[in-house]
């Protein structure tokens, strides 16, 4: 089997714009939550979220008239995508175009896009929607675009399984590179579900929090959405190396599982065999583990359970690994989050920082658990893994190690 590496990185979200932005953010605890800033807030109990500041990011060689022919989730991949191609160096046009892929997640696709097109049908009773309102709100239009622009030719698709999309993604490209049958991928996640309407539904489920996101923290009362995309440039080790690619990670190992009991509460049974299958696949030891980047929503069961999870097969915290949550900073990404929390594991491997959990005011009994806290810790970390854990009780784990 072909190893495989990420040789590029993009992500624009809360915390910054690229990825300099992103990982200065990160280290410094740095909290991205703020007052949304969209339409009939005022109806809405929670009105903070991981918003993208737009004004960031317009120049970034966009047409305008394309621009508004985008929903703003698919500009966000766009733009993370090229950003990771600039940092790969590599040329997708240079290659065989059929021998490279693309493969994204997302959760809710184009909601924004869906829910200001039912205002117009049912609120303002207009009998007409515009012409490009399918292509604009499908899951598949941030993948086709970046296909278009690239001239990539061979699997482009996009998953959809809620929260653990992007890592199901990262994860699919990776095991098609390790298997030989494609050179290259561009994978990653995008979400952008602030709108009233994906807000609302989220609501109704009174797991939301109207202050502040605290994982793993005694006094959490729930999760805070945020949007942006992260992209990753995964390359046959080979490959990279015949290029003179800067690698900033090698992929060791992936594994997916279902729960197959519940749609949306955690089975701690299911979090330890998902996390074991990765560790498995890597070939890493237990204890080899210096880092690991939780799913860890804020909420009052997910957090609960995975910690269970976590000390079940690692240890309990007096053991050498590190454990945060950074959707403290930056939201919760739904469909993208597993991708800017890989993004803080390379963190992890290439300047030795470990990402804090911020806002942790008091310690949960039932979390004792190596929590890196409100600070960063620089840590020499050489193996790592991160979390995703789905509503419909799908998982998936991605193991990192130092290259």
Known sequence: MRRVVITGCGSINALGSNLEETWES?????????????????????????????????????????????????????????????????????????????????????????????????????????????????????????????????????????????????????????????????????????CFGGLKAWESLRIMSQEKCRPFCATRDGMIQGEGATIFILEDLQHALRRGAKIYAEIAGFSMSSDASDLMSPSFDGLVRAMKLAMDDAKFNLEDIDYINAHGTGTTLNDKTESSAIKSLFGKKNSKYFVSSTKSMHGHLMGGSGAIELLACILALNKGILAPTINFVKPDPFCDINIVKNSAVENNAERVISNSFAFGGLNAVIALKRF
């Not at 500041?53 to 929903?71: A, G, Q, R, V």
């Not at 995508?81 to 046009?93: E, K, L, P, T, V």
Request: glycine fraction near 8%; aromatic fraction near 6%.
């Open 26 to 194: 990160l280290a410094e605890g740095k909290d991205g939550i703020r007052e949304l800033d969209i339409r009939d807030k005022e109806r809405l109990l929670s009105r903070i979220g991981g918003q993208v500041d737009l004004s960031k990011i317009k120049n970034n060689n966009l047409n305008p008239e394309n621009y508004s022919h985008l929903d703003k989730s698919t500009l966000f991949a766009i733009l993370a995508s090229r950003q990771a191609i600039q940092s790969s160096g590599i040329d997708f046009h240079k290659y065989e175009y059929a021998s490279s892929a693309i493969v994204l997640g997302t959760a809710g696709g184009g909601l924004i896009t869906q829910d200001e097109n039912f205002r117009k049908v049912y609120q303002e009773r207009k009998n007409r929607v515009h012409p490009l309102t399918i292509p604009k709100l499908m899951h598949n239009a941030s993948a086709s675009h970046i296909s278009i622009e690239n001239n990539i030719s061979g699997p482009v698709f996009t998953i959809s399984t809620a929260c653990s999309s992007s890592s199901h993604a990262i994860g699919q490209a990776f095991s098609m590179i390790r298997s030989g049958q494609v050179l290259a991928a561009i994978s990653g996640g995008f979400e952008s579900m602030l």
